[in-house]
């Protein structure tokens, strides 16, 4: 395991069998097996249990000296949860291959989007529409910030407002966590997988800091003197002014701040341990200290062990090139965060985009985890490109071996219109022909190609795909051309495949041409 500085283990008892699950030696009886690939898969499975149960026990280490005095402490669950911390029923790493997510006992992918950064918000009158109509396309996957700022005006603080106006910080407000209640148990029903994001910066700065009940003239907790607060934060929340996110242990351990910002923290779990289809990710694009971060992760993954579970957790950096040193606190630390998520590369565009991808996907291969994209920019009106250019992001990162992709909400994103709905029906049209975990990147398959032209996954000698994000021609190379091949061609646009089968004789290069302009994949088959 590597020790990162930002956490000073101490020594507190840690029983064997509190570890679940339990330490298992790598041993597979050769009797039991029915061919290589099941000893490997058996093998791998064992794997992430050491993994599993070593990573529970760091946990409880590291967080002896950063959690506060029993008086500090947040509320604990509401429920006692009698499961194994490794639900063969939850969301997590699929041990066949990592890069990709298991549900339910089978490898899943991750498509969606959604009009709203934290749709539990919403009334229930206009989420379960749109859950239903996310859930009939065939997505699984949406974005959860626990935000609170007034975008339209019936969002709700979680905490409970006085008579008089201001709030109490250890009294919660009962719709706010109602409305996330019956969020989660909306996706629970439909088995759409929540990304949660923690914390959101964008909540305490410039005009949301204003009316903020965590603003200390908004509540009567404690005062500007007491809390370090000043009453006003006007830049962007990229500049890292708001010692809002300077308050741990690890930090400059804000004793007054801090309490309530973990009581917050166990109110969420007591809701979301509950449920096997939460992902967890401690902020939204941040740029603060990586220590920030460091102690939640590890807080909500100390909460999960209590609880009887385990859930994987990762942190989103702000920054747009990831192979910036902000993401390495990520990529290298795979014994705290379990799976990246590279949203940010969604700022780049066509052939750099892909690039840029694909050298994270080299970059953890040594230990390869899920790497997802919550939040795919591009939407015409908006400030983060075309909606040519979400399309296009979206499809490169799912061609190029992403195990999330989701629309971002308008007008930085697609969301959940018309485009993105056909997106949606169009992964699963080509899933139900070809598994993506099956296939791997081969952008050096496609000869004649232009930039940003075309972009290719393949199982060589098996399947062939190809993605075209304007129409175009390339050539594709066939490592294995004997026999008869079959050609399909998928609208993109229209969320369905166009035409009959064609046939191809075997050949050592298929000169592929998409039917007309627009968005296209080319499946070819065996």
């Not at 385990?310 to 902000?326: A, C, K």
Request: charged fraction near 20%; include cysteine; aromatic fraction near 12%.
């Amino acid at each position: 395991m590597n020790h990162d500085p930002m956490l000073q283990p101490s020594v507190p008892v840690v029983r064997a069998s509190s570890l679940r699950p339990p330490l298992t030696r790598l041993v597979v009886r050769a009797s039991s097996l029915h061919s290589p690939g099941v000893l490997l898969a058996r093998v791998r499975l064992r794997a992430v249990r050491l993994r599993t149960a070593l990573a529970s026990a760091c946990t409880v280490l590291a967080l002896g000296l950063l959690l506060p005095p029993a008086s500090a402490q947040a509320d604990p669950p509401t429920a006692a949860i009698d499961a194994e911390a490794l639900n063969p029923q939850a969301i997590q790493p699929w041990p066949a291959d990592p890069r990709y997510w298991q549900f339910q006992g089978e490898p899943v992918l991750l498509v969606g989007g959604s009009d709203d950064d934290n749709p539990f918000q919403w009334p229930p009158d206009q989420l379960i529409p749109h859950l239903d109509a996310l859930a009939a396309a065939g997505g699984n996957y949406v974005r959860c910030t626990m935000s609170d700022r007034k975008d339209k005006g019936f969002e709700r603080y979680p905490f409970r407002q006085r008579p008089d106006g201001r709030y109490d910080l250890n009294e919660w407000d009962d719709v706010y966590w109602d409305r996330f209640a019956g969020f989660l148990e909306a996706t629970a029903q439909r088995k759409i997988i929540v990304q949660i994001e923690v914390w959101d910066r964008f909540d305490y700065t410039r005009d949301n800091w204003l009316p903020h009940p965590y603003n200390p003239t908004n509540n009567v907790n404690y005062t500007y003197a007491t809390s370090g607060f000043a009453p006003a934060y006007p830049d962007h929340p990229g500049a890292n002014r708001q010692p809002f996110f300077f308050t741990t242990p690890a930090q400059r351990h804000n004793q007054v701040v801090f309490p309530f910002q973990q009581r917050f923290v166990d109110r969420m779990l007591s809701y979301t341990l509950r449920h096997p289809h939460v992902l967890y990710c401690m902020d939204n694009e941040t740029s603060g200290e990586a220590a920030w971060g460091a102690y939640w992760a590890e807080h909500i993954k100390q909460k999960a062990a209590q609880a009887g579970r385990h859930v994987f957790v990762t942190e989103m950096w702000d920054d747009w090139n990831l192979q910036g040193p902000s993401h390495r606190h990520t990529f290298d630390h795979p014994e705290r965060y379990d799976f990246a998520d590279v949203s940010q590369n969604n700022h780049q565009k066509g052939d750099t985009h892909w690039n840029n991808f694909q050298w994270v996907r080299a970059h953890l291969a040594a230990q390869p985890r899920p790497i997802n994209t919550v939040k795919t920019y591009g939407a015409d009106g908006g400030r983060f490109g075309t909606s040519q250019d979400g399309l296009e992001r979206w499809w490169r990162h799912l061609l190029g071996g992403a195990a999330a992709v989701r629309f971002h909400r308008p007008d930085s994103g697609l969301g959940l219109s018309a485009p993105a709905l056909a997106s949606i029906r169009a992964a699963r049209q080509l899933e139900a022909a070809a598994k993506l975990w099956d296939l791997k990147p081969h952008l050096e398959l496609l000869e004649d190609r232009e930039p940003n032209e075309a972009f290719a996954a393949a199982r060589p000698g098996h399947t062939y795909v190809v993605f075209f994000p304007n129409g175009g021609q390339v050539s594709l190379a066939m490592d294995e051309p004997t026999g008869t091949w079959r050609l399909r061609w998928l609208d993109i646009g229209r969320g369905e495949w166009d035409g009959a089968e064609a046939p191809l004789e075997g050949r050592s290069t298929v000169r592929l041409e998409t039917p007309r302009a627009g968005l296209w994949i080319a499946l070819v088959q065996r």
